[in-house]
């Protein structure tokens, strides 16, 4: 059985935007963040579809925040399970909705799933697509572990949808709505440890071809980052998350924990679901 997480409810970040989030137990007193997004505006876009074994609250939240004849765009960053559980609940819920992905994310999810191809858009990398009062682009994030993988950033409220990138544990709700409220040696360790595990590649990269990419994305005029792994980002923290997924690029990866760090999940996960005497 899994430890009980803190209950979790959407969350506004900006005009019309708002965070879908649901958590995952992490080591003991900590949390891995698995969150989707909407976009409400004229046009409403649901951004990525949430993990499966969180299908049901993931349906509950979206659509408490939008009607689903209303959703008239479904973003799909890439084809992680962890981003499309709810994928194909939406399309059949939402019969207005047109899904926005590139070419590569519907040859790969062909071979899981069916999809109603007269119902996708492939837009990509450097393109950009109209949601009625908004036109959203997107883009390659700093950090990625899939060839699919594109972010989406709204320049009407200065949102970006960063994808698995800046991703870290939290310790508490606070730390969903907030970066800088993780406890610093919580997010230092995790923020490394994840953003190398999703990308190893980032020890073979260099360093001033990489800052230009990612200077390229901050320079876009962002003033809130949400991750789909991570506290939302704001003020001085947009900038310092930058920073940091910049000074990997050349240093050696995080080792995973391994067995050691299962173990300790496992028994804290026991002694939570042990029935009190």
Not at 93 to 103: D, E, M, Q, S, V
Not at 120 to 129: K, L
Request: proline share 9%; with cysteine; net charge negative.
């Amino acid at each position: 059985m899994r430890a009980p997480v803190p209950t979790t409810d959407p969350f506004q970040i900006a005009p019309e935007t708002f965070v879908i989030p649901n958590l995952a137990p992490g080591a003991p007193g900590t949390y891995v963040p698995v969150n989707a997004m909407v976009i409400r505006g004229a046009e409403p876009v649901i951004v990525d579809t949430g993990a499966p074994v969180h299908r049901e609250q993931w349906l509950e939240k979206v659509f408490s925040v939008v009607e689903p004849e209303d959703v008239r765009w479904i973003f799909l960053s890439h084809d992680d399970g962890d981003h499309t559980g709810g994928l194909l609940d939406a399309l059949e819920r939402c019969p207005n909705a047109t899904l926005i992905g590139n070419f590569f994310i519907v040859e790969r999810l062909s071979l899981e799933m069916e999809l109603p191809l007269h119902r996708i858009r492939s837009v990509d990398h450097g393109e950009q697509f109209d949601a009625g009062d908004r036109t959203l682009h997107l883009f390659r994030p700093p950090i990625f572990d899939g060839p699919t993988t594109r972010g989406l950033y709204d320049p009407t409220t200065a949102t970006m949808w960063i994808v698995d990138s800046f991703a870290s544990m939290i310790t508490d709700v606070d730390g969903l709505h907030d970066a800088s409220a993780i406890p610093a040696d919580v997010y230092g360790d995790t923020f490394r440890l994840f953003n190398s595990m999703v990308s190893p590649w980032h020890q073979w990269l260099d360093p001033a071809a990489y800052r230009r990419h990612v200077d390229d994305i901050e320079a876009m005029g962002v003033l809130t980052v949400a991750s789909a792994h991570g506290g939302v980002h704001t003020g001085p923290a947009v900038h310092a998350a930058f920073e940091r997924v910049c000074a990997m690029a050349g240093e050696p990866i995080t080792p995973d924990p391994g067995q050691p760090a299962l173990d300790e999940m496992l028994a804290a996960s026991l002694l939570a679901t042990e029935p009190v005497a």
